[in-house]
């Protein structure tokens, strides 16, 4: 870890599927400093992401028609 922080992105599939240890990673980054930006589909909970993640989430738009 860098000790004056720095920016870290969390995506990859869906990170909230690892919950479990995702949330104290953020948490502990957060705690030294970083900037956390967590890319979700927004399927699962989001309640338990500390607040100042920034939180980008997608919409996936089904054709109509």
Do not use: H, N
């Not at 995506?11 to 995702?22: A, H, I, N, Y």
């Not at 030294?32 to 500390?50: D, F, H, N, Q």
């Amino acid at each position: 870890m860098s000790p004056g922080g720095g920016l870290v992105e969390i995506t990859g599939g869906e990170p909230m599927l690892q919950e479990r240890e995702v949330v104290p990673l953020m948490q502990r980054l957060l705690d030294a400093r970083y900037t956390i930006l967590l890319e979700t589909s927004g399927e699962r909970p989001l309640e338990r992401v500390p607040r100042r993640v920034v939180k980008i989430v997608g919409c996936k738009m089904s054709e109509l028609g």
